[in-house]
C-alpha cells in the first residue's frame, strides 16, 4: 500500500507544533501500525532527518505504552486493539492517516507523539497499600470471593493504564481508570480495610492532576483496548459517596 501520513511534530513541550506529511509507499498490509511508524523512521535518519518519537514497549498489547490518535480514534479504528496490535489491513491503498498524541491537559506533550502519563502515578500511589497478614500464604479457598465479584475484580485489573479513556473522553476524564484501579481492590477482601480512604485519596489526586469531571459521555469504554465497562464508574460513585459519609468530621476514615 502507498499511504499519505500527517503527523504531529513537535520539538518540545514549549514547542508549538504542527501536522508533517510524509509519504510511505509499498506498506505490506501484515505490517502492524507500529511497524509502519519504524519503516518511516529508517527512512527519515537515512536521509537525516529528525525521527518521529512514538512511546511503545511490549508491541504485545500488554504494556499499555502506545498511544496515539490515529483519524481521531484512540488506538486507531479496531475496537479493543492497542496501536501496536493494529495491523495495516485496517487501512487501504492511497488513504490519508492523521497520526496525534494523546490530547488532554493532563497528558503534556513531551516531543511529537510522547505524552508524559506520569498523573496517572500519582493516582496510583495515592491508593496507598493494602493490610495484608504477614506469614505463610492462606488456604487457597480459606476466603471465599463470590463469583461475580471476582469475575468483576479480574475485569478491572486487566486495564494497561495507556491513556485512551482520557484521550476519548470530551473532558479529559481519567475516571474510567481510577475506577479500574479502585474496583480491582474494593471487590475484593483484602481491599476492605482500606477501601473508603483508598478512594478519597484517588479520587483527590484524580482531580489534583488536571484531569476533567466524568460527565457519562461514554466515550471511554469503546475506547479501552481492554473493555473496562462503564459501570465501572458507577462503583467508583458508590465508595466515594458512601466514604464521604462515613468521614462526617471531614477525617478520612473516621
Known amino acids: 500500500m502507498n499511504l499519505t501520513l500527517r503527523i504531529w511534530r513537535q520539538k518540545g513541550p514549549e514547542d508549538k507544533g504542527r501536522m508533517v506529511t510524509y ?5 505490506s498490509p501484515d505490517m502492524s501500525f507500529l511497524e509502519m511508524l519504524d519503516v518511516l523512521n529508517e527512512r527519515l535518519i537515512l536521509a537525516g532527518e529528525d525521527p518521529v518519537a512514538f512511546d ?4 504485545e498489547g500488554i504494556c499499555g505504552m502506545c498511544g496515539l490518535m490515529i483519524n481521531g480514534d484512540a488506538h486507531g479504528p479496531q475496537r479493543g486493539t492497542t496501536a501496536c496490535q493494529l495491523h495495516m489491513r485496517q487501512f487501504t491503498d492511497g488513504e490519508t492517516i492523521d497520526i496525534e498524541p494523546w490530547r488532554a491537559s493532563a497528558f503534556p506533550v513531551i516531543k511529537d507523539l510522547v505524552v508524559n502519563r506520569g ?7 495515592a491508593g496507598g497499600y493494602i493490610t495484608a497478614p504477614t506469614g505463610s500464604a492462606p488456604e487457597a479457598h480459606s ?3 463470590a463469583k461475580a465479584n471476582a469475575d468483576a475484580a479480574f475485569e478491572s485489573a486487566a486495564c494497561i493504564g495507556c491513556g485512551a479513556c482520557v484521550a476519548a473522553c470530551p473532558n479529559g476524564s481519567g475516571m474510567l481508570f ?3 484501579k479502585l474496583t480491582q481492590l474494593s471487590l475484593l477482601p483484602q481491599g476492605q480495610p482500606e477501601r473508603y480512604t483508598r478512594v478519597i485519596g484517588m479520587v ?9 469531571g466524568c460527565t457519562n459521555a461514554g466515550e471511554c469504554t469503546p ?6 465497562p462503564l459501570n465501572t464508574i458507577g462503583r467508583l460513585n458508590r465508595d466515594y459517596l458512601m466514604a464521604t459519609s ?3 468530621d471531614n477525617t478520612p476514615g473516621s
Not at 509519504?23 to 506498506?27: E, L, R, S
Not at 511503545?56 to 508491541?59: E, I, N
Not at 475506547?223 to 473496562?228: E, F, R, S, V
Open 119 to 125: 498523573a496517572f502515578d500519582k493516582i496510583i500511589a
Open 178 to 180: 481510577t475506577a479500574a
Open 23 to 27: 509519504q510511505v509507499d509499498d506498506v
Open 204 to 212: 483527590d489526586a484524580h482531580d489534583e492532576a488536571g484531569f476533567g
Open 56 to 59: 511503545h514497549d511490549c508491541r
Open 223 to 228: 475506547a479501552c483496548p481492554k473493555g473496562i
Open 143 to 145: 476466603t471465599p470471593v
Open 246 to 248: 462515613k468521614r462526617g
